[in-house]
């Protein structure tokens, strides 16, 4: 089962940029606008991480923070502050009050996606996958080595991230603006074309001779991983 996450975060657009990406990296999401809602989701299904904005209507996320630390089925439950509250004191204050982590907005979402998979693994291993196979292609995410068949494929950063973002979900059609916002960050301002010349390297490192091409191009929309691949590699 895909680990939980609870989103308390009473910003719409964050809230939908969370899920969306969340959703992409293979979590479950739920969200809240408010501590309450918070509190009655927990109730409902305890969350495996919990992404708690600072600056909530009602219950500030302080407040709520200090309140799950306390109670015992919710007091190991990892949580990452979101705040745009970036002096030294108040994170300091956030952690102190029980937080495991702590991120400013605006914030990269590879970061935040590469801290809950930190988190998670500390606080259960077993929620996050070592590596990725479709067919010969295999992705280490420990080591961050690739192999196809017997053949290790050397990658550059950006061509590493870009296979595994696309590797996640076999078949979904990404755009170019969704894997800049996804594998470059939404606060890195490059032109979309950037994403062509990577994709043209990762094919030219992953295939050789007459191997099958496991990336798709959808013409008018962007890239997938072929969801076929698996069948005739």
């Known amino acids: ?6 989103v308390v975060e009473d910003e719409g ?4 940029l969370l899920r969306y990406n969340l959703e992409a990296e293979g979590f479950r999401v739920v969200t809240a606008e408010s501590g309450d809602e918070a509190q009655q989701a927990i109730q409902e299904k305890l969350p495996d991480l919990i992404l708690l904005d600072w600056m909530l209507p009602e219950i500030s996320g302080i407040e709520l923070c200090r309140r799950l630390r306390a109670r015992e089925e919710t007091a190991r439950v990892p949580i990452i502050m979101l705040t745009a509250r970036g002096e030294e004191e108040e994170r300091v204050r956030g ?3 029980g937080a495991d982590d702590y991120i400013v907005k605006p914030f990269s979402v590879p970061e935040l996606v590469a801290r809950i998979h930190a988190l998670l693994r500390r606080a ?3 929620l996050v996958t070592a590596s990725l196979r479709v067919g010969d292609l295999e992705l280490d995410r420990t080591t961050h080595r690739v192999r196809r ?3 290790d494929i050397h990658l550059g950063p950006t061509e590493y991230r870009l296979l595994e973002y696309l590797m996640r979900h076999p078949g979904r ?11 470059w960050g939404n606060d890195v301002y490059v032109d979309e074309r950037t994403v062509d010349v990577h994709i043209g390297r990762l094919r030219r490192a992953i295939n050789r001779g007459r191997e099958s091409d496991p990336i798709r191009t959808v ?3 962007g890239y997938a991983f ?3 691949f698996a069948a005739v590699a």
């Open 1 to 6: 089962m895909p680990a939980t996450i609870l």
């Open 173 to 183: 059609v990404y755009s170019r603006e969704q894997l800049l916002d996804g594998v």
């Open 124 to 126: 259960n291993p077993n």
């Open 149 to 151: 068949a017997t053949r």
């Open 13 to 16: 657009d964050i809230a939908i």
């Open 95 to 97: 952690l102190t009050t």
């Open 219 to 221: 013409r008018g929309a």
């Open 226 to 228: 072929d969801e076929r």
